[in-house]
């Protein structure tokens, strides 16, 4: 089937803007995390959302990056304010819990400019 | 945010080499995972690894889970061109069936010897 996709692939925005990053996981896994990757560098967790369950929120960086998730599917990531640090590119993935399995599968990316 | 110690950071492979790399992280790690990702795409899942001491291949890969639990290596066969690229190791801590974030090392670049 179809594999994790988000919207758009590129997004250029001036200081101070909001911006809204969309991720459509793959269909059936019920696990969805978000990351940000820096250039050059790893990525760093920012939440995830398992099912019903509270979300994992313990990776964000400040009050300005929220993200939610409806009817247990896509999720949007909202970042309010942009600063130019907030310039990366911001990564989705899903996994599907009830198989005991873990592994994580990724989306191609948004990559966000703040000018 | 904590990131594990991945090496080398870059490396330069000529057609038919083997390559090596490793993580090393000084916590416990239940589960690790090694992606790689081509530029302007997400990473994609090469090996999963979950008991310490299990060594798994796919193709020419081949990836080890560290008996102290702590690290993990890759291997790279007999290379071909489109093996370039920043592969990155990652690890999970918490064991199932409890979910949780990955923490990724900051990749090695393979790139082809000029």
């Known amino acids: 089937g179809a594999g994790v996709s988000q919207s758009p692939s590129n997004k250029v925005t001036e200081k101070g803007k909001d911006v809204e990053l969309r991720c459509d996981p793959i269909s059936g896994h019920t696990a969805l995390y978000w990351y940000r990757q820096s250039l050059g560098q790893g990525l760093e967790f920012l939440i995830y959302f398992q099912g019903n369950s509270a979300p994992d929120k313990s990776g964000l960086p400040s009050d300005r990056f929220s993200a939610e998730r409806t009817g247990g599917s896509v999720s949007t990531l909202t970042i309010q304010r942009t600063q130019q640090e907030d310039s990366a590119v911001y990564l989705c993935?899903?996994?599907?819990?009830?198989?005991?399995?873990?592994?994580?599968?990724f989306g191609p990316g948004t990559r966000l400019t703040v000018t | 945010g904590q990131q594990l110690n991945q090496s080398p950071q870059s490396m330069f492979i000529q057609e038919g080499e083997d390559v090596s790399m490793n993580c090393t992280s000084s916590?416990?790690?239940?589960?690790w995972l090694w992606y790689k990702q081509d530029p302007g795409e997400g990473p994609v899942l090469l090996i999963a690894l979950y008991k310490a001491g299990e060594l798994t291949s796919n193709g020419r890969l081949t990836a080890q889970f560290g008996i102290t639990r702590k690290d993990s290596f890759l291997n790279i066969s007999a290379s071909i061109p489109s093996d370039v690229g920043i592969y990155f190791c990652a690890g999970r801590r918490r064991p199932p069936p409890s979910q949780g974030n990955l923490i990724f090392g900051k990749g090695t670049k393979l790139s082809v010897k000029p």
């Open positions: 916590s416990i790690f239940n589960t």
């Open positions: 993935a899903s996994s599907h819990f009830e198989q005991d399995s873990y592994e994580q599968y």
